[in-house]
């Protein structure tokens, strides 16, 4: 194996037809009675892989999630981080707590991940607003901004958002953004429904009111 | 009239989906993730701790859990390479992107392969018993590329023998796999009598044991791996 590589190791010969092609083994779909979530998280504690076909049902919607909230650039690694993520708290899903499956679990680890992100973000921004040197990149805030220029009545809905207190943007943003219910938004962020409740009034009045203010502007202009 | 609601609902609805490469790569680190949970589980018992761990052993676990985050937080915080350690193996990821891998036993091999794919290094390890070897071809060889993947030779520290390999996922390209082979002695798992490495490009082959036309001596020698052509 002259050539093939360093001394003392010695380079598997080759470079002829492949007799057999290694395949995964992947879940079955379609055999049987499809599985609840429930089912199959339950399953992947004894067969681990079987956590594959959790991702395979809820990616998109959860990406979908993320890609909003944390732009298209960083969604694809903050779903490989929620999902495995999940994968190692699965023993901590509890299908009574989120009866309707598996997603709002996932959109809440989502969530705790967007924070994460949006935590180191925010470092990042007030070091760059301290040394006064201009970012390269618009704020994740900007970017939507940037995004809905077009109807300019949603830019103060995107004002009042980055304005909100975490918990708040996460509850308003499970809701208007995921399609959750409340009981599924208090399944996903752990608190109960009443804050659900007074959390959503609390910030759709903050909403109606900017759009109130702009109107007005737009109607005196 | 368009609520707040349905305005802020209108909001990003643009973003693209997600790319069917994402996915797969996702995809593939949860069941590289998946693979290391069933070799570390013991004799086949479920990771359904909830239902068995009594209380105190399941906060025990807890604690355990938080100092290793803590642990993962700091090395992150001060640059330092990350390290997972087995008693088979270690592999370390350095801040310039090379992976050290230090094999003691010749056991686990998929587990090996599972820490190097989540280390970013796309690997196939097979472990195969003493006097055999994987049947070859199992692919395209990529001779030129092995020596990106691999710049450095295989070492043994004469103090613990151990098979030290300093790894360069930046040298592999989309297509290419890289292929780790040993034979061990079962009596002595942590002596391999051949150890080969090589890039693959396309598809591998999985590994089909076969015997060497004849045994391979065990490697214990103070000048490196000694290695046997299969025949």
């Known amino acids: ?221 | 009239m368009m609520d707040e609601i349905d305005l802020l609902a209108r909001i990003g609805t643009d973003v693209p989906p997600l790319a069917d490469k994402a996915r797969a790569r996702t995809r593939a680190q949860i069941l590289a993730r998946a693979d290391r949970a069933a070799a570390d589980r013991p004799n086949g018992v479920d990771a359904g701790r909830s239902a068995r761990f009594p209380r105190a052993r399941r906060r025990m676990a807890f604690r355990l859990g938080l100092g290793t985050i803590a642990a993962a937080a700091a090395a992150i915080a001060v640059g330092l390479p990350l390290t997972n350690t087995t008693p088979a193996y270690a592999v370390t990821k350095h801040s310039d992107g090379t992976v050290e891998v230090v094999i003691r036993q010749f056991l686990y091999p998929k587990k090996l392969e599972a820490t190097l794919r989540e280390n970013g290094l796309r690997a196939v390890v097979d472990y195969v018993p003493l006097g055999q070897v994987c049947l070859e071809p199992r692919g395209l060889m990529v001779p030129q590329d092995t020596m990106k993947v691999v710049p450095l030779p295989a070492a043994r520290k004469p103090a613990n023998k151990n098979t030290v390999l300093r790894l360069s996922p930046a040298g592999l390209k989309a297509d290419e796999t890289l292929v780790i082979e040993a034979s061990f002695d079962k009596s002595h798992p942590d002596k391999s009598s051949i150890f080969r490495i090589a890039v693959f490009r396309g598809a591998v082959a999985a590994c089909k044991p076969t015997s060497t036309a004849r045994p391979a001596p065990i490697m214990d020698g103070p000048n490196g791996p000694i290695t046997t052509p299969p025949k």
């Not at chain 1, 002829?16 to 395949?23: L, M, Q």
């Not at chain 1, 990616?59 to 495995?84: K, W």
């Open chain 1, 1 to 221: 194996m002259a050539g093939c590589g360093a001394p003392g190791v010695n380079r598997i010969g080759g470079g002829c037809p492949i007799e057999g092609v290694k395949t995964e083994r992947l879940p079955r779909h379609g055999l049987e009675a499809e599985p609840t979530d429930a089912e199959l998280i339950d399953r992947s504690r004894r067969n681990p892989e079987r956590f594959a076909a959790v991702f395979d049902r809820h990616s998109d919607r959860v990406h979908h999630y993320l890609a909003r909230r944390a732009g298209p650039d960083v969604a694809d690694d903050l779903l490989s981080e929620t999902f495995l993520r999940a994968f190692d708290q699965r023993d901590r899903f509890d299908p009574e707590r989120s009866p309707t499956g598996a997603l709002p679990w996932l959109l809440g680890i989502a969530t705790n991940m967007l924070r994460d992100h949006q935590r180191s973000q925010a470092r990042r921004w007030r070091i760059l607003a301290r040394s006064g040197t201009e970012p390269d990149e618009p704020s994740p805030v900007d970017r939507v901004a940037a995004r809905v220029d077009a109807n300019a009545m949603a830019r103060p809905l995107i004002e009042v958002i980055a304005t909100l207190a975490d918990g708040d943007r996460d509850t308003l943003l499970l809701f208007a953004w995921a399609d959750l219910t409340y009981e599924e938004i208090a399944a996903a962020l752990g608190i109960p429904i009443g804050t659900v409740r007074s959390r959503i009034h609390r910030t759709r009045a903050r909403l109606r009111a900017a759009l109130g203010t702009t109107t007005e502007e737009q109607e005196s202009a």
